[in-house]
């Protein structure tokens, strides 16, 4: 099989609380906003077909960094988060889960008569990706998650899953218009799974005379999707290891958010008075807006910002994600009058951020950093699944 990427992730069961889906909506409106004020409609599709930045992002709204949850969550938040906006963002997500996805075509029919797209083209795309990644790859995954988002401008993306409930696993696909020529030979820009063995792979270039003899589909020149491949392997387990995270990433990024009150950052002094905490999750925020895609190679990294459900690494501190959420929000709507002066100095964090990286040497205790992150969980508003944090919760020794 020609993979233009690869990811072990886990399929662990559980549904979002509300306390927390609403809050990854919430944040996801603000984020799309900023990449798409700073970089543009087709820059965000493209980001949402990069499967790096995709798990990056849902670590950063509060979803367990390496679990198949992180498709429904992300994807479930942005279509609730986006669609009220569509008319003013230009962009509509379309698809679902399950019975849900079956209706894509339909909800592609509306976008093209709200917005004069061709809706039956994009409904026809639609099909077509699902079954060349149903049908086309043998690779031993059941679809049962198709998403489409498209914008005014007819680039699309599209991202679904499927599921191997024998071994446990979940194999991610992703799409995008941008440079594609074909639907028979090699069209993804990234399909995330674990590696399963041999399988049958209909869209790889070299299963052409077959494809001749089974697959009815336009035959056009064959093309590469992409000039570099990209693979994400995920582990397993839960939790958040040392290996799992750039220490000097997340390293310079902790220590930027002590020192914004200290140092002489003239680009920061819009966002001084904000607690270090909030610093930090703002930060790596403003990475997932801001970011190369080069920067996505550790997606637990973004754990920091606001931990996960579970717990691992640590409770959610709802007290930060709130005032992220407004902080970043309240940037957002004054950039829209002219008034960039917030959003940039946001921007700044994570590239003052990257500049300390260079001489940057990272405190290697990463069980110490969690343990801290916990401990100080009650002081946060830290919740989890489970309830509230309280102090003294979490202490070695307990």
């Known amino acids: 099989?020609?993979?233009?990427?690869?990811?072990?992730?886990?399929?662990?069961?559980?549904?979002?609380?509300?306390?927390?889906?609403?809050?990854?909506?919430?944040?996801?409106?603000?984020?799309?906003?900023?990449?798409?004020?700073?970089?543009?409609?087709?820059?965000?599709?493209?980001?949402?077909?990069?499967?790096?930045?995709?798990?990056?992002?849902?670590?950063?709204i509060g979803m367990d960094w390496n679990s198949s949850g992180v498709t429904t969550a992300v994807m479930s938040a942005l279509k609730k988060a986006l669609n009220p906006h569509s008319k003013e963002l230009g962009i509509y997500v379309c698809g679902g889960k399950g019975k849900d996805s079956l209706q894509t075509p339909v909800e592609l029919v509306t976008v093209g008569d709200k917005t004069g797209l061709n809706g039956n083209e994009l409904a026809k795309f639609s099909r077509l990706v699902a079954k060349v990644d149903s049908t086309a790859i043998q690779d031993g995954f059941q679809v049962y998650m198709h998403y489409f988002v498209v914008s005014d401008n007819a680039d699309w993306s599209v991202v679904q899953q499927g599921m191997q409930t024998e071994t446990s696993k979940a194999r991610r696909y992703h799409w995008n218009s941008d440079n594609l020529k074909s639907f028979v030979e090699e069209p993804h820009t990234a399909i995330c799974g674990d590696f399963q063995g041999e399988i049958l792979n209909l869209v790889d270039k070299q299963a052409k005379p077959t494809q001749s003899a089974i697959l009815n589909i336009a035959k056009e020149n064959p093309d590469k999707m992409l000039e570099e491949i990209k693979h994400l392997t995920m582990p397993t387990y839960k939790g958040v290891k040392a290996k799992d995270v750039d220490l000097k990433r997340l390293g310079s990024i902790l220590w930027l958010a002590q020192e914004i009150e200290t140092q002489d950052f003239e680009d920061l002094l819009l966002i001084k008075g904000l607690g270090p905490r909030t610093l930090q999750s703002l930060a790596l925020v403003s990475e997932i807006i801001h970011g190369t895609p080069s920067r996505f190679t550790d997606p637990a990294r973004f754990a920091f910002a606001?931990?996960?459900?579970g717990g691992t690494p640590f409770p959610v501190p709802t007290k930060v994600y709130d005032e992220t959420i407004e902080t970043l929000r309240n940037s957002v709507e004054k950039a829209k009058i002219g008034d960039s002066d917030k959003l940039n100095a946001i921007k700044k964090l994570t590239l003052i951020a990257q500049q300390s990286e260079e001489n940057f040497t990272p405190n290697n205790n990463f069980e110490a950093l969690l343990q801290k992150e916990k401990d100080d969980s009650w002081k946060y508003g830290g919740r989890t699944i489970d309830g509230f944090s309280k102090q003294d919760d979490h202490k070695e020794g307990k």
Not at 17 to 45: D, H
Not at 306 to 309: D, F, L, P, R, S
Request: proline letters at 5%; aromatic letters at 14%; zero cysteines.
């Open 1 to 60: 099989m020609k993979r233009s990427g690869s990811a072990d992730l886990a399929l662990m069961g559980g549904s979002i609380p509300y306390w927390l889906f609403e809050r990854m909506t919430k944040l996801s409106l603000p984020i799309v906003e900023s990449i798409i004020l700073e970089y543009g409609k087709q820059a965000f599709l493209k980001k949402l077909s990069d499967p790096f930045w995709f798990q990056s992002f849902g670590s950063v």
């Open 306 to 309: 606001h931990g996960a459900k």
